[in-house]
Each structure stands twice: as C-alpha cells, then as structure tokens.
C-alpha cells in the first residue's frame, strides 16, 4: 500500500513538472540558453563555446559557470535538440528525483516511512520546488546532491562524493556545506570518535584533491570581480549609509566611528537578511522579488503548510541533530549578498522546511483519526490552496510576466535565420540581454565553426563578457530611431534588422512583429538594401 501511495505522489511530481513545461515559465532565460547551449557544444565537441576542453569552469559570459548543470544537461539536449524541451527536461527529472530522495531521508531521519510519504507528497506539489524543477536553475541539482550526501550520512566516502557533487554544481554550495559539516561533527550528527586519523585523514585528502579546481578557481581576478558586484559589503551605497549614519549623530568623535562602521552595519544587515528569509511575508505571502525565480503572485509554501511547520517545530527535539543545523545554516549564503533573500541561494532551506513540516502533518493525521468532520472541513481550504497555486503557475504567470522571460528571441531569431543565405548582416538588438546565446542556441550553430571564428567581445568593469558579433550577426544597443537609419548608411547589401518596439522608423516597412502574451510587443523586423 506505501508503494501505491509513493508511485501516486511521484505521478504527481510528474504532472507539476512536466505540464506545460515548456510554456510556463514562456520562455528560456539567458543562463538556461548558455547552459544549452554549452551542452550542445560538448556533446558536438568535447569544448565549450570558448574551446576549452571539458572544462571544470566555463567562463560563458565571463561568470565562470560551475559544470554540474551543463554535464548533466548533455543527454536531454541529445535527444531532443537545442530546444526548449531539451534544456528543460533535465530540471524537471531532477525534480521528480528530488521527490523520491526526500522520501527516503523522511524514512531514515525519523524511521517513519509515514513522515517521508508527507515530506514526499509535500515536495511533490510545493511551489518553491515545482518552479525550480520548471527552469533550469543550478541550485536545483545541488538541492539534490545536498540531500544526498545527507542521507548517505554516516558513510562519509559516499556522502562526501555527493558534497564535491554539490560544489561543482552552484557556488553557494562552498559555504554551506562546510558550515554544516562543522556542525555535525560538533552535534555528533558525525560520529567523528568512531574514525581513527588513519580512516579519517585519506577522506580529507581526497575531497581536498577533488575541490582543489574550484579552490584554485576562488583566486581568480573575476571570480573576486564577480563576487564583489552581488556582496553586500562591497556596495557603494551600503558604504554611502554608514558615511551618513555618521552624519546624523550629535556624539563627539570618535564615538561615531566606534558605532556605525562595516563590522556593526554588515552585521545588523545580515542579522536583518536572516531573519526576512524566514518572515511569512518571504515564505508564504510574496516570496522573492525577482520574478524569474518564483512564481508572482504566491509564496514559496502554501498557507496550509505554516501551522504544519510551526507544530513540527514543537516535536523536533528527539530529531534535532541532523535538521536543525540544516534549517537554521542553510539561509546563510543568501543573506551576504544585495538580492537577499534570494529564493535561489536559500533554496537548500526547503527539504529542511518540508520534513518539519511532515513531522508536523504525522501528529496533525494521528488527531484527525476519528474527527472525520473536521477533516472535511479542512480539505477545501488545502485544495483551494493548491489549485490556486495551479491557476498562477499554468494560467496567470506564463501571461503576466511573459515578457519577464524574454518572450519573442526564438521567433526573432527564427525570422532572422531564415534569410541567412540572402542576407549580408543580420542586426539583433542586445537591450533583453545576450543574444548571442540565443543565436548560437536557437540556429543550432555548430561548435567547431564557432569555437575557431573570429568572435567580436568585450568585458565590462564587472567582468561581464559582451559579444558583439560573429559570422554575419552583429549584437548592440539599437534602440533610438536613428540607429537603424545609421545601419542602412554604413553598410550594403541585405541588411536584416531586428529591434524592440518602436524603434524602426516609420518610413520602413515591418515585415516581423511579435508580441508577447501580455500585449507588449517585444520585437520588430525589416529589410533594407544598405546605401554604401
């Protein structure tokens, strides 16, 4: 019968996952396109997009991308193409995975096959989980490894194997498993007496060998560079407040400098991050304020789920060793850094969440034996709960934030590709992010021929890689009515232009248009004979 109930709640999985994938979110981001695309180029050539040589770290816009995601995308990407569908399964099939290992560690935490089947049947269906499973976000597939390596747990061979997993998958990962294995050896979680040095130190040896590329990777210029651009500490306007926090004291000096510096600021900002993570606003009524990492217009639980938490906050005691230090360490690489909290680096707190949450609902069943009435009064308002969550997912948010997902690049480089031959430029606008991704992703454009072209890039401050241009595409800001008008004057031929909305001049024809869901027209297309 527990079988039934387990293949039932992974069916369900399923369904959440793979309805509509491709359609909801309505488009793929551009970190999806680079994660695609990169597979693809693996799988043609063994190199990513810059001839590197299955590489440990693909420096894609310059960000140095960890390889979990990419590897692991490899196989959907060879069956169905560089696709939607392609990029998007591998999410999808982790999550469904993630269902089932949660299922197993609610077994084993609490030797209740009863708890994992709710922490199971809670992960199945919850909003945090069923996005993250939609996009192809590396957080998703370091969620997993993560509870691997816990559940693996006393075998330190085994769950350290799934630990370097981890870190090669998402960089948040670097702080928080080391805090968390700090923490099980000091609870007795991991039972470090029972190891004598000589069983204990090879383990060490090795994960340091295995890490020792990502290790080495930290030193580099723009991994410093891009770590400063999202640290909190590291912004002007957080320096700028504690300039002006000086200011607006009447204390002598050096009284001031004393009270408000980097230390006692940083440290009441991150106390003050700490907590929002852990707010109902952020958990249940709003979640985060990036659209692209949670579905807009819900929390990342539902409503139900918030007394199932708290109740199974009570009962924790006896099962503490393992959840807690998970629960409370886990928020702490979203908390350093400017979009905090961040649904993404702070999604490591959801199988924590859910398996209280299941211990919670275990006693909550056990009462309802036998108040049947009240059980029947409380099912509409759990499935009101989840259907609206359904409704947002499938029906509100693929329209309303349509053009949040980039809506309109695939038709624009569809439209654009199919006069290749007879085109001498193609113009792509580059004010909805990387085109380029899109182009090489969506034309299927072969790695090799790539890899050895002269490609047209330049890097930011920041470190940010932007490539301007190859074979016969050119990618740059071309909004301003002028912009095309200068194209048609400095070249000949057969130029294709592709701009946002209201951004060609009146006086041309456009022979492409295309909206996204929610009306707003993303981009324009014409054809014109260059005047040189």
Request: net charge positive.
């Amino acid at each position: 019968m527990r079988n039934f109930w387990l293949i039932t709640i992974l069916l369900i999985a399923v369904f959440f996952r793979f309805f509509h994938l491709t359609s909801s979110p309505p488009g793929l981001n551009w970190d999806e396109v680079s994660i695609g695309y990169n597979a693809y180029s693996i799988l043609k050539t063994g190199r990513d997009e810059w001839g590197e040589f299955l590489p440990l770290s693909f420096k894609a816009f310059g960000e140095h991308k960890l390889p979990g995601m990419i590897y692991a995308s490899i196989p959907g990407i060879a069956i169905f193409g560089t696709t939607d569908l392609g990029v998007r399964i591998t999410p999808a099939l982790i999550g469904v995975l993630a269902v089932y290992l949660i299922y197993l560690l609610g077994n084993k935490l609490f030797k209740s096959k009863s708890i994992g089947l709710i922490a199971a049947g809670l992960m199945a269906i919850s909003p945090w989980a069923v996005h993250f499973s939609r996009v192809s976000f590396e957080a998703g597939l370091a969620m997993v490894f993560v509870m691997a390596s816990i559940y693996f747990l006393p075998n330190l061979w085994v769950s350290m194997l799934f630990a370097i997993l981890a870190a090669y998958t998402y960089n948040s990962i670097r702080i928080l498993l080391p805090l968390m294995f700090i923490a099980y050896l000091w609870n007795g979680a991991i039972e470090w007496r029972s190891f004598s040095w000589r069983r204990l130190l090879p383990i060490i040896l090795l994960g340091l060998v295995l890490l020792s590329p990502i290790l080495i990777g930290l030193t580099r210029a723009q991994e410093r560079v891009r770590w400063g651009t999202v640290s909190l500490a590291n912004q002007k306007s957080f320096v700028d407040g504690i300039a002006q926090s000086r200011g607006y004291t009447l204390l002598p000096s050096p009284l001031p400098r004393l009270i408000h510096n980097k230390v006692t600021h940083y440290g009441y900002q991150l106390f003050t991050n700490y907590l929002q993570i852990f707010s109902t606003e952020f958990l249940i009524f709003k979640g985060g304020e990036n659209t692209q990492r949670s579905v807009a217009g819900m929390g990342l639980l539902y409503l139900f789920e918030l007394p199932l938490l708290l109740l199974g906050l009570t009962k924790l005691s006896h099962h503490k060793k393992i959840i807690l230090p998970w629960l409370l360490l886990a928020p702490i690489p979203s908390i350093m850094t400017i979009d905090s909290p961040s649904t993404v680096r702070a999604l490591n707190l959801l199988p924590a969440l859910l398996l209280i949450e299941a211990l919670g609902a275990s006693y909550v069943c056990s009462w309802l034996r036998g108040r049947r009435f009240i059980a029947i009064t409380l099912t509409p308002f759990v499935l009101w709960n989840i259907g609206y969550f359904a409704y947002q997912l499938w029906f509100v948010y693929p329209v309303k934030y349509s053009d949040k997902w980039l809506y309109g690049y695939k038709q624009a480089i569809e439209f654009a590709h199919s006069h290749y031959d007879d085109a001498n430029l193609i113009f792509l606008p580059a004010k909805y992010g990387e085109p380029y991704i899109f182009t090489l992703f969506y034309t299927s454009y072969d790695p090799a021929k790539y890899q050895t072209e002269q490609v047209k890039r330049g890097v930011d401050p920041t470190g940010w890689v932007h490539n301007s241009g190859f074979d016969k595409y050119r990618f740059s800001d071309y909004s301003g009515l002028e912009v095309p008008k200068e194209i048609v004057a400095r070249n000949s031929g057969e130029l294709i232009i592709i701009t946002g909305f209201a951004e060609l001049p009146p006086t041309y024809e456009r022979i492409f248009s295309v909206s996204a869901p929610n009306w707003k027209v993303m981009f324009e297309g014409t054809i014109q004979e260059g005047e040189q």
